[in-house]
């Protein structure tokens, strides 16, 4: 569709130029795989940069049996329990800063000092607090989603329209429930805007977390296949991480514009 | 008849020290319960804090505002608002915007129901219920703010250069449906506009107001025969007097404005 405007193709059916338009959209990626496989075996060796079709085999392969199941799910519930605490946490922390000055000075100093630490940096000390596993993991990814869901909940909720606070003042709201009812709906745009910043953030996180901190988990599978050199598994668990984190984008994407069909 | 604004010795300033600036100053004016005055005035003339100080929004930095002899604390439901940029809620739609303050009331969902569809059919907004704020065009938008402002009865309508944003074809249809609505249901309408056509035409009063700071230089009394249509109307002799009145009252100020 992006292309339809510009291009000759608008002379194609509708289904057709569906079609036409999802093999441009994957061309980027189909030029990175050639270019990978005439590197592989050519310039680079294929002991240490595996073929496309040799990764491509043992992705099958892990798919078929089984192992990657047990470790693909404990690292998605470690990006979910981290996201969604980060949401929970974020939300509350970015509407209550911005119209609570207490709440504010209080944790103004807090942000603006971790914010410029690159939270993979804190994996040892979290290995120290909470041992090397799934909590360590969950905390990372927690303190890297934080951020931006805290500023983008802090500037909506700092710059929602005064009138639409009068207009329910006026029809009787109290000043405790136009938190719910005003600023909170009239934020939830830009906490999606902060949510969609986020999900990638936290696949980051978390095989950050996992190659340092973790016995199990897409990151720990990546870190050990690699120690003993079996490269095309480093490969396939690296190319099924990215593809899962690039669903999750694209189905929250989806879910987010079904939910905000007022915007 | 209720909803009687009286408005005594007030004064508000806005900001400390030396960012101190007067918006209104000793002003003194009573809104009989319903009448429609509008208020004109020199843009910053704080005609629009005016209408928020009456809203509650704003507290007065002196003086009293009072409907029907209680000093007013606050914003109220005795009172309603139509904002010039419409402030619908737009997470919500034409009907649950119109339903907003019945369900603040506490009114059961059946007789909200029957109270929002009247409102929506006055406003001739019926088959727009389920649409959104953004789907609707300004005149429709601001039709939308004025049935969710009659849907929970305030007494008295504040109105903040309500159609200000809209075309003149659309001002005048929507004039017309609010001067009909306002005689159908009597309430008291205090209009802020800085069209002197649109002040003359609505209002039975026109208040003038002074330039920065703000407060009452005169007002006018429109006794205008507003039996016939409005083009029977605009184009009458009295209508341009009134007009050519407020006009020149109106000009003085602009005109110090100028020479300052």
């Keep these: ?263 | 008849m209720d909803g009687r604004v009286t408005i005594s010795g007030l004064e508000k300033v806005y900001g400390q020290g030396a960012e101190r600036t007067k918006a209104i100053e000793d002003l003194n004016f009573e809104v009989d319960g319903g009448e429609f005055v509008s208020v004109v005035g020199p843009s910053g003339c704080g005609k629009s804090t005016l209408l928020y100080l009456i809203a509650g929004f704003l507290d007065a930095t002196e003086g009293t505002i009072s409907v029907d002899g209680d000093p007013i604390n606050g914003p109220g439901t005795d009172r309603g608002v139509v904002f010039q940029d419409y402030a619908l809620f737009p997470w919500r739609t034409v009907y649950e915007n119109v339903t907003y303050g019945l369900e603040e009331d506490g009114v059961p969902k059946d007789e909200r129901q029957n109270i929002a569809q009247k409102y929506i059919d006055m406003v001739d907004l019926d088959g727009f219920e389920d649409k959104y704020p953004k789907e609707l065009s300004g005149g429709m938008k601001q039709r939308v703010g004025i049935a969710r402002t009659l849907a929970y009865e305030p007494k008295i309508l504040l109105m903040d250069e309500p159609f200000g944003a809209l075309d003149q074809p659309l001002r005048e249809s929507l004039q017309d449906q609010l001067l009909d609505i306002w005689s159908d249901l009597g309430k008291t309408a205090l209009f802020i506009t800085h069209d002197v056509e649109e002040a003359v035409y609505l209002s039975e009063r026109v208040l003038i107001m002074t330039r920065h700071p703000g407060t009452k230089k005169t007002v006018a009394e429109i006794d205008l025969d507003r039996s016939g249509s409005r083009e029977e109307i605009v184009t009458s002799d009295d209508f341009a007097h009134f007009k050519n009145d407020v006009w020149k009252s109106l000009h003085e100020e602009t005109q110090t404005e100028v020479t300052l």
């Design chain 1, 1 to 263: 569709m992006r292309y339809a405007t510009s291009r000759s193709i608008e002379v194609l059916p509708t289904p057709v130029q569906g079609v036409v338009n999802t093999i441009i959209d994957w061309i980027p990626l189909g030029i990175v795989v050639l270019v990978w496989e005439l590197v592989s075996g050519g310039i680079v060796a294929t002991d240490v940069l595996p073929a496309p079709a040799t990764v491509g085999a043992e992705i099958v392969e892990l798919f078929v049996s089984g192992e990657v199941f047990s470790h693909l799910f404990i690292s998605l519930f470690r990006v979910g329990v981290g996201l969604g605490l980060s949401i929970l946490v974020g939300v509350l922390l970015g509407v209550g800063m911005a119209r609570s000055d207490p709440v504010e000075n209080f944790f103004d100093i807090f942000l603006s000092m971790t914010y410029p630490i690159p939270k993979t940096a804190l994996v040892p000390l979290a290995i120290l607090w909470l041992g090397v596993g799934t909590k360590t993991a969950i905390l990372i990814v927690f303190l890297a989603c934080l951020l931006p869901i805290v500023l983008n909940a802090y500037n909506a909720a700092e710059n929602v329209d005064q009138n639409l606070v009068w207009a329910a003042q006026m029809m009787g709201t109290d000043e405790r429930s136009i938190l719910y009812k005003i600023v909170f709906p009239a934020t939830i745009p830009e906490i999606m805007t902060g949510v969609r910043q986020a999900v990638p953030i936290a696949f980051i996180a978390l095989v950050s977390a996992e190659l340092i901190a973790s016995n199990a988990g897409m990151g720990y599978l990546i870190l050990t296949s690699g120690q003993i050199g079996n490269y095309p598994t480093m490969f396939a668990n690296i190319v099924i991480i990215s593809a899962v984190a690039f669903v999750a984008v694209r189905a929250f994407e989806e879910a987010r514009g079904r939910l905000l069909v007022w915007t």
